[in-house]
């Protein structure tokens, strides 16, 4: 996710929430208010999770920008165990 490492230096306003659901939520909040969101998630649980938040967001033509981050292709041909894996190199 370095990706995150802008925020600051771009002068982002990040607005943590306590899961992805709720970040969708808040995105969506957000592009109603100022035009348009964006909430960042970790693949799998997370982005399936901001899945329901962001489906209001789409029937209503909210504009709102779901950032999936994902294991370098370099992390998931090492065999470690990343983010919801086992170690198996199944990322399904």
Not at 19 to 44: H, M, P, Q, S, W
Request: a negative charge; aromatic letters at 8%.
């Amino acid at each position: 996710m370095a990706l995150l490492d802008l925020v600051p230096k771009e002068k982002l306003n990040w607005i943590g929430t306590p899961n992805e659901l709720v970040g969708a939520y808040a995105a969506d909040g957000y592009a109603r208010e100022k035009g348009f969101g964006a909430v960042i998630t970790t693949f799998g649980p997370g982005e399936l999770s901001a899945l329901c938040g962001l489906g209001g967001s789409y029937c209503e033509n909210v504009p709102v920008l779901h950032i999936v981050g994902y294991p370098t292709a370099q992390a998931k041909a090492s065999g470690r165990i990343l983010h919801h894996t086992l170690g198996d190199l199944s990322y399904e």
